[in-house]
């Protein structure tokens, strides 16, 4: 059987998401985001876990164009996004769901969805069919339009957000701990909205310090530790390690 050369660029543009020597951090300080590189095929969650202190928030920060990058690339889909700005990206098919002021409380849940995308243009599939999309995958959503954002739970505050992010019809999502300060009930019902999202196309980048959720839901699992890509395997591997190990070198 003749077998063909592997082109490292179609590789490449058949990624999600495609991060090559990543470095940035703050002010003049030090990186802390270390030369991280990271591929990852469309249609599947990625968990990114680590010690606290490990840079896993810059990180996915640093994608988003939140945090400013000092060296390497970034590329949705096989588009280089490296020099755009945070709203750029997203019009470029990157979104992002912060772990903390990710709704806006004072609004209501209709309002909400209408202002995730008052600012976006030139997005294709932006509009009421994405609407209804994302409003399927949350249907609670749907049948309270009225309620103010500040009354409802934090998973709901989640959901909302998520549907947001989702609305700007987005090829990668990136989630920063979505289940931070949730009960053990709450963080099951937003991991099943994050497989949701993953099982309507969307490829989903998570960062997040519960790791036996993240390893739940995950196909593959990548270490961060201060600032640095340790170890990517895949949840099954990681689910039999010994994460003390992982997180501060007790194994090899």
Do not use: H, W
């Not at 588009?79 to 992002?96: F, K, M, Q």
């Not at 609407?131 to 739970?153: C, H, I, Q, W, Y």
């Amino acid at each position: 059987m003749n077998s063909r050369p592997c082109d490292p660029k179609a590789e490449e543009l058949s990624l999600a998401l495609a991060v090559s020597g990543l470095r940035a951090g703050y002010g003049r300080g030090g990186d802390i985001v270390c030369g991280i590189d990271l591929a990852q095929k469309a249609e599947s969650i990625v968990a990114v876990i680590g010690p606290n202190g490990s840079g896993k928030s810059s990180f996915i920060k640093t994608i988003a164009g939140l945090v400013p990058t000092r060296a390497g690339t970034v590329a949705v889909s096989g588009r280089d996004i490296t020099t755009l700005s945070p709203a750029r990206r997203v019009a470029s098919g990157l979104a992002y769901v912060p772990q903390e002021a990710n709704i806006f409380a004072t609004l209501t849940i209709a309002e909400n969805l209408k202002l995730a995308t008052e600012f976006l243009r030139g997005r294709a599939g932006v509009g009421p069919e994405q609407r209804e999309k994302v409003l399927d995958l949350f249907p609670e959503l749907r049948l309270r339009p009225r309620t103010l954002a500040g009354n409802l739970s934090g998973g709901q505050r989640q959901m909302l957000a998520f549907a947001c992010a989702l609305l700007a019809n987005p090829e990668v999502l990136l989630l920063d701990e979505p289940s931070a300060g949730l009960s053990p009930k709450i963080v099951g019902e937003t991991m099943e909205a994050v497989v949701r999202v993953r099982e309507a196309g969307v490829t989903v980048l998570l960062v997040e310090q519960n790791v036996a959720a993240a390893l739940g839901i995950a196909d593959e699992v990548v270490v961060l530790v201060a600032g640095r890509l340790t170890l990517r395997a895949s949840a099954a591997d990681i689910r039999q390690a010994d994460l003390a190990g992982l997180f501060f070198g007790k194994a090899a």
